[in-house]
């Protein structure tokens, strides 16, 4: 099996560190309870994909992708491919925007829930969900 | 960079429809929010959606032919410069979208004006028309990448529109933090699909990576790339175990955005779905790879069931809705599965007519909830009599739902039936007709509750206002309009399936 190779491991190691980063984040947000560290959790799982794009742009020896104003370029030079870092400029602020509004949102829920833990949150609103049972149930329901 | 004469033919405005569709409600909305008067936003809102619906049906009346306008932002030439390709597969999609947005925004006024407090009005129209943009972006443009960014302008707008339901019912706020963290963990999957496709082929352009894809179907990055971009779109579709966010969402939402979301925003991520699925990537890949037997076929089925089958013992009227939602999508997939020239149609008219139907009940909901207070079954008891006209158009909707002969929904449904005895697939067909007989279960309780039980408060409850009941009569009237004109609907989505199954080579001119 080549998976076991040393050359394996470290040619693909922006993968690895890729991977890693991914599912950190990935368990963050689904094993943790409390909303901010979920947001966290978000963030890291969004750079990871960030790191993934930039790596994937990057030839071994290559360089900024700059062209001479002259015109005069020489084509030994390598260049790195600019257009995965561009498309995750675009990305960043989206993952901007996404966890701003994600805090926005937390400020509300604390506001109104007074926690931002999710075991507290599904305790307050299970309680609600019982209250409109048996207001249904006094009222004649006919299910 | 040496320079290039770019050969710039004269271009009329009607050249220039396919930016203009996106650019309207784009620069509408920060329009709203410069100007900050609560009066000036919503006619600028209606004027910028009602011209889009306009662009949007000269759109389709190019391409309903089998034609295709490809438009080049800043005169760059695809494969490297974006570009926006309009065909019937999504000039349909523009019409349903901005047709819905035309409708709901007059409905909207006094239901939003009922459901928020003022001072947030004006900003909801700005976030309406953004998450309008962002889905017409999504649907137009032919960029993959560009699908990405239009996704999370409609998706960071929904979550938002989403959270103003909390003056109501604090919940939406959960509701909609769960989306955020759903739709983001979607969003991003998609885009890690796109890294690996990219890696793939060096392109983002769809017809380009289509012609680059083929060939490469053993490639494991382009499998992963598939399964990526299949899972991130599966949360925004909500395909059956990954709708978890939805049934809150909708239920939580103020009226009028349930009623655009419902109606649009799972329609377009099917059509994505679709585009991927058949353009990027060519049936000959689907046909090898078995993804649609293990993935589709079970959880379009399991959707149909469980979701129908939940539906019934709701007590909320508009959470019965959205999983009713849920269950509808399963027939939507269920056409994709078949993989065939009709069930490919039956899935496109059934994301026009589900649109059209789901419209007209939520908006129904939002009177009931604008008269009653709520939409508990044990509010609207008896709103039959109180607000006949409201109810009428409610159960035309509901009937529209089951796929009752004469109405929208029976048309699609039909087809779909065809599409699978077409394959010989006899005891799915059995399945889709035991399904809608649990969508009769659920209407028919509606119907009970409306019409026959006792209204359980003695207050006196109006008809809505007029302008809602409009909009609201104008989405039953297209249930039943469209139902017995089949030439439109038909017409595109034969137009649209043939487009699609070409694979690339429908994309190209």
Known sequence: MHFFTSEFFFGHINYWLFIVLMMTGLYIVIGKGNLVKKIVGLNVFQTSVFMFYISMGKISGGTAPIFPLDGKYNPEIAYSNPLPHVLILTAIVVGIATTSLGLALIIRIREEYHCIEEEEITVIEDAVFRREYLQAKSQGETL | ????????????????????????????????????????????????????????????????????????????????????????????????????????????????????????????????????????????????????????????????????????????????????????????????????????????????????????????????????????????????????????????????????????????????????????????????????????????????????????????????????????????????????ETGLMATIIHLFNHGITKAALFMGVGAYVLRSGSSFYVQIQGLGKTMPWTSAAVVIGGLSLIGVPGTAGFLSKWLLVQAALEQGYWPISMLIVASSLLAVMYVWRLVETLYLSTPSSEQTIQEAPLSMLLPLWAMALACIYFGFETDITLGAAKAAAQALLAGSSGMMN
């Open chain 2, 1 to 340: 960079m040496a320079t290039q004469t770019v050969h710039h033919t004269a271009m009329t405005l009607s050249d220039h429809l396919p930016i203009l569709q996106i650019l309207i409600p784009f620069i509408a909305a920060p329009l709203i929010v410069f100007i900050g008067q609560r009066k000036l936003a919503w006619p600028i809102a209606f004027i910028a959606s009602a011209t889009s619906f306009v662009i949007a049906c000269l759109l389709l009346s190019k391409v309903i032919g089998g034609s295709v306008i490809s438009y080049q932002i800043g005169g760059w030439a695809p494969p490297l410069g974006i570009e926006y390709r309009v065909d019937a597969a999504n000039a349909f999609v523009l019409f349903l979208v901005t047709g819905i947005a035309t409708l709901v925004l007059p409905y909207a006024r006094q239901s939003v004006g009922s459901e928020m407090p003022h001072q947030t009005q004006t900003l909801f129209y700005a976030l309406f028309l953004l998450c309008m943009t962002g889905l017409l972006g999504v649907t137009i443009t032919a960029d993959a990448f560009n699908v990405f960014v239009f996704l999370e302008i409609s998706s960071l707008s929904t979550y938002v529109l989403i959270a103003q339901g909390s003056y109501r019912d604090k919940r939406a706020l959960t509701a909609a933090f769960n989306y955020l963290i759903m739709g983001t963990i979607g969003a991003t999957f998609f885009v890690i699909g796109l890294g690996f496709l990219y890696m793939a082929t060096g392109t983002l352009n769809m017809a380009d990576l289509a012609d680059k894809l083929t060939g490469q179907y053993e490639s494991r990055t382009v499998r992963a790339g598939f399964a990526f971009i299949l899972v991130g779109m599966g949360l925004k579709v909500a395909i059956f175990p990954l709708h978890f966010w939805l049934p809150n969402a909708y239920t939580y939402a103020p009226s009028a955005v349930t009623t655009f979301l419902a109606a649009t925003a799972t329609k377009v991520a099917i059509y994505v779905l679709l585009r991927f699925v058949f353009s990027v990537f060519q049936p000959a890949f689907l046909a090898e790879t078995s993804t649609l037997e293990i993935i589709f076929y079970p959880f379009a089925l399991l959707a149909m069931f469980a979701a129908s089958f939940t539906a019934i013992f709701q007590r909320d009227l508009k959470r019965m809705l959205a999983y009713s939602s849920i269950a509808q999508i399963g027939y939507m997939l269920l056409g994709i599965a078949l993989l065939s």
